[in-house]
């Protein structure tokens, strides 16, 4: 790390001015003094400066909404106050002589249209010793007039482990009408209204969803398991379900009949009142093989929702909505990579492929061709041992832009990554590897685009390149380090591989894999990784990658990482 000798200029970078700092406690705070001799206090507390003039600690959340900087060089000094903005206090709900009711804990908030025998929790955060209920039944246009209306009343339970949070469950037909939650503490009583819940329609409304075509194709659409939640299911545009329900800015969707998932309202267009729900019955199949990959080709003229899973060798597809009449499965060709499909009808309405391989699943892709729903299976390639990379096709990812981290002096993270992208492909390439670059310039790349630049590609892996950070309130100290993710299973092999390599040659902690659901490491057609070698947001891990012995680090581990994963694929340890 070179001396910086210039003049005293205090600079946060993180947070920025008059940010929300997401967390009440403590926080990192990052930046530079321009001086690599000079000393720094932050609030009256002295931070470490490096010879390069950067500095990260982890401080108390100012309660005056500013950092005070000051940096100090024999009789010079240099002061900054940094303005942020800070979550307001919770309410003090303790024991306190007054009755106290957060307001703005008060549930359901709106829009949310259920069945009527559907639970709605309705809750309130008040003082653990005051009593509450929710009184159903309230007419507004008679309130406070006499005689009073008819109200039922259903009590509120604090809970077991947070007696300051009341709660019941109520059917969704009781919020139906006004109703109001009444937090009572001696004489004090505070009365507050609930979201009404609207009720479906008892004949199914039918919804299809769109297509998103950002990144030059159909993206699948996104199913969750609660509203605003992970991905789980990728599903087909065009695909036809039955609308059950809303929760703000997201439609509930039913699969089948023992599964309703959440896609965004926006991925979803209503069908006609009176339109006919769709009947897929799975009849006989037939395996087709290529020499790339297999097809199971299967006559459905209208595409179903699906999940496909890989175990080790089987590959097990899940048709909801379908009813399977499988009598006779075709295998064209006396094929080395699919042995048998057998099916099972797991409920009235849902059906279930098991596809036994010869080999460890390395890749598939689901998609409607005409009236035929086809799973692609994909072969593993064949490796020379003595030059595992020869031949392959590698997608090297430099992460970013849009977005991206920033480290203390400036560096934004899309700058390394990308020089470390090209160090990657130089090395590849060296030992007989194709590469394609998502990005060979400073210019934005649409997320999406660049696993489907890889598909397309009909690449053997994907690796994308990143710098990391930490959110709000962790310790910057003692989490940061070295990591690879992943998505499906095929990829954890090359995840592991890639991780150790990648911790020999940078020498930080060894954070480990992770799963975790990025758009990066979702395609299933071929192995894909995102790597995290460094944190930017760290000083002396920025001051690495301004170097070509740090980028040079990172590459030869990415690289080797991959050329034992390929090795491992010959040699038949994958």
Known sequence: MPLVEGALEPRVVYPRADALIATRDSNFIFGSIGHGLATLTID??????????????????????????????????????????????????????VLVVDSASVAPRGGLALRGDEPVRVSVRASPAATAWVELGVDTARVGRTPAPELRRVLLLPGRRDSSTFAADLPARDLRAAARVVVARGADTVRLPIARVDSVATTPRLGILVADTTAGAELPIVGRPVPGGTYKWFLLPGTVVELSGRSGAFFRVRLDSQLEIWVDSADVRALPEGSAAPRRVLPNLRVVPDSAWVDVVMPLGERPAFLVQAHGRDLVLTL???????????????????????????????????????????????????????????????????????????????????????????????????????????????????????????????????????????????????????????????????????????????????????????????????????????????????????????????????????????????????????????????
């Open 44 to 97: 009256g507390a002295p931070v470490r400066v490096l010879p390069n003039g950067s500095f990260i600690a982890f401080l108390p959340v100012p309660a005056d909404s500013s950092y005070e900087l000051v940096a100090a060089l024999g009789a010079d000094t240099a002061r900054l106050s940094h303005p942020v903005r800070i979550l307001p206090p919770r309410p003090a709900l303790g024991d306190t002589a």
């Open 320 to 574: 909801y909505g379908t009813t399977g009449n499988t009598d006779i499965i075709r295998y064209a060709a006396n094929d080395s990579l699919v042995r048998t499909i057998e099916w099972t009808q797991e409920t009235s309405d849902r059906a279930r492929l098991t596809v036994r391989l010869s080999s460890p699943v390395y890749g598939w892709h689901a998609m409607q061709d005409g009236a035929r729903f086809v799973l692609r299976i994909r072969r593993p390639p064949a490796v020379d041992a003595g030059a595992p990379l020869r031949g392959r096709l590698i997608v090297v990812d430099a992460g970013h832009p849009p977005a991206g981290a920033t480290g203390p002096t400036g560096l934004y993270e899309a700058e390394p990554v990308l020089d470390v992208a090209e160090r990657v492909r130089a090395l590849l390439e060296a030992r007989g590897a194709r590469v394609l670059m998502t990005r060979t310039t400073a210019e934005p790349v649409a997320l999406y685009a660049r696993p489907e630049m890889a598909r397309r590609a009909n690449a053997d892996a994907l690796v994308s390149v990143h710098l990391n950070a930490l959110p709000d309130g962790v310790n910057p100290f003692t989490a940061q380090g070295t990591g690879v993710y992943f998505f499906h299973p095929p990829s954890e092999p090359l995840a592991r591989d890639v991780q150790r390599e990648l911790v020999r040659w940078l020498g930080l902690p060894n954070l480990g894999v992770y799963y975790d659901n990025l758009a990066l490491v979702r395609t299933p057609w071929m192995p894909s990784i995102l790597t995290e070698g460094l944190f930017i947001m760290m000083p002396e891990q920025e001051a690495a990658m301004r170097t070509a012995l740090g980028r040079e680090a990172y590459a030869r581990g990415i690289a080797d990482g991959l050329e034992a994963y390929f090795r491992g694929l010959a040699s038949g340890r994958r």
